[in-house]
């Protein structure tokens, strides 16, 4: 990137409930904040959505420090902010050691625990967003029907803008659309690292939400922006090879899965309960996880079947066959996503879990008698609780305080109306 344009660098982490906590650093003290850190209380981990912070989260104290270090090999121009770059921060104790809580960190052990056991994964996400009018409710800041190319014709100079600002962040759009529900759209991240996926949905979200408010519209990211509309998912593509093997194409196995491919699939479904409240989780995300909406609401997985939450999509090169899990929206921390789904490919691949690969369900699971998943955070969080690969991987303190955080989110909205709900977080932008 060309540094000399550049003012300041927004440094970002992402808290356990989803929300992207910055500090900024102006460019001539980037190498000092990379190399001594720049000071944060571990309390942002116990922010709730609403911006409170819940006593009863442990992490919901005033003592204490942490040290973010802008991560300068992964620094960005942020598209759409003239004069401003991107970059994570790793976190560290004041002393200079990791923290063991960092949703980061966990991911990058959980790539290397795959690689432990001779695997790589690659992975891209998926955005889904609402535009909206400048206003209290949600009035879709542009007209068109599903998939409509007017959609995209009545705000080309927007649509420009977000395709041009992704390509000044480094994010060559794969493909852009106009999605189901009013003032919705889409885009295709580029397939990556495990690691590097993640940190694009963080960089992405924000370009995408600076410019439209430059636009003089609003973005959200929430699952829901009303009750009723087709919710925004924020689904995540991933492939797994051994030894230039791939795992979810080229083998015997239902849609071409390769032996290793069908335990991970197994795998996944097993957890899918558990998955949940990282994928899910906020109340508001259980408003758009209904059937016939492809947002995944049964303990299933199919080939091509998009109300399956764990979908294979084949493909004519069977290192591009990959899996989708669907019933995941922008609210989850793609760090703590990308590191459970990791976290549960090692534990079936290292043959720590063996489960039994279910049929693949074939046309609407709703129609045959499958187990729906978790429809409330509260019944995601005691399944969180209770899955043992979740919990090792994670290690106590991570586990609890993400349990913690949404519960919180439970006591949040205790009493709330789905109407209040979704208003609470209608403009989440991440
Ligand atoms: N908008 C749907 C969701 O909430 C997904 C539609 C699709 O499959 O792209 O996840
Ligand atoms: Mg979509």
Same mark, same amino acid.
């Given at each position: ?11 970002? =982490?992402? =808290? ?40 009863? &989260? =442990? ?18 121009? !942020? ?5 401003? /770059?991107? /970059? ?38 998926? #955005? ?46 794969? &493909?852009? *659309? ?58 995540? *593509? ?39 409240? #990282? ?39 069977? &290192? ?9 929206? !922008? ?59 979740? /919990? ?6 991570? *586990?609890?305080? #993400? ?10 909205? /205790?009493?709330? =109306?789905?109407?209040? #709900? ?9």
């Amino acid at each position: 990137m060309e540094k000399e344009a550049v003012t300041a660098v927004i440094a970002t =982490s992402v =808290s356990h409930c989803g929300a992207t906590v910055a500090k900024t650093v102006p460019i001539q003290r980037l190498s000092h904040a990379a190399s001594h850190g720049v000071g944060l209380s571990p309390v942002s981990d116990a922010f709730d959505l609403g911006g409170g912070i819940d006593p009863l &989260q =442990s992490l919901a104290r005033p003592d204490g420090d942490l040290r973010l270090h802008p991560d300068v090999d992964v620094l960005r121009t !942020l598209g759409g902010a003239p004069g401003f /770059a991107w /970059a994570p921060v790793d976190r560290t104790y004041p002393d200079g050691s990791p923290y063991p809580l960092d949703q980061r960190l966990f991911a990058k052990r959980m790539i290397a625990q795959l690689a432990a056991t001779g695997t790589s994964a690659r992975a891209g996400f998926e #955005i889904e967003w609402s535009v909206g009018l400048p206003d209290d409710g949600f009035t879709p800041g542009t007209d068109g029907g599903p998939y409509g190319a007017r959609r995209i014709l009545a705000r080309h100079d927007y649509v420009r803008d977000v395709i041009t600002a992704l390509d000044e962040c480094g994010i060559p759009v794969e &493909q852009l *659309h106009p999605e189901y529900a009013p003032g919705q759209f889409e885009v295709a991240l580029p397939t990556r690292d495990p690691l590097t996926a993640a940190d694009e949905v963080v960089l992405a979200k924000l370009a995408i939400g600076t410019v439209t408010d430059a636009h003089g519209l609003r973005a959200s990211f929430s699952p829901m922006v009303t009750p009723d509309l087709t919710g925004n998912g924020g689904h995540l *593509h991933f492939s797994l090879s051994r030894a230039g093997h791939p795992l979810f194409g080229g083998g015997e196995g239902p849609g071409g899965l390769a032996p290793d491919g069908e335990h991970v699939v197994a795998g996944l479904v097993a957890h899918l309960p558990g998955l949940l409240a #990282i994928t899910a989780p906020a109340s508001v995300s259980y408003l758009r996880l209904r059937p016939n909406e492809w947002a995944g609401v049964y303990r299933v997985w199919g080939v091509e079947n998009r109300e399956a939450p764990i979908r294979l999509v084949p493909a004519l090169d069977p &290192q591009a066959a990959n899996v989708e899990v669907k019933n995941a929206d !922008l609210m989850a921390n793609p760090y703590l996503f990308v590191g459970c789904v990791l976290a549960v490919a090692s534990a079936t691949l290292s043959g720590d879990v063996v489960e039994q690969l279910p049929e693949p369900v074939v046309g609407d699971p709703g129609l045959s008698d499958c187990e729906r998943l978790p429809s409330t955070l509260t019944e995601a969080v005691a399944a969180f609780r209770a899955d043992p690969v979740l /919990a090792s991987a994670m290690g106590e303190d991570l *586990h609890r305080t #993400i349990a913690e955080s949404r519960e919180a989110e439970v006591r949040r909205t /205790a009493g709330m =109306s789905a109407d209040e #709900i979704v208003a609470s977080t209608r403009w989440w932008a991440g």
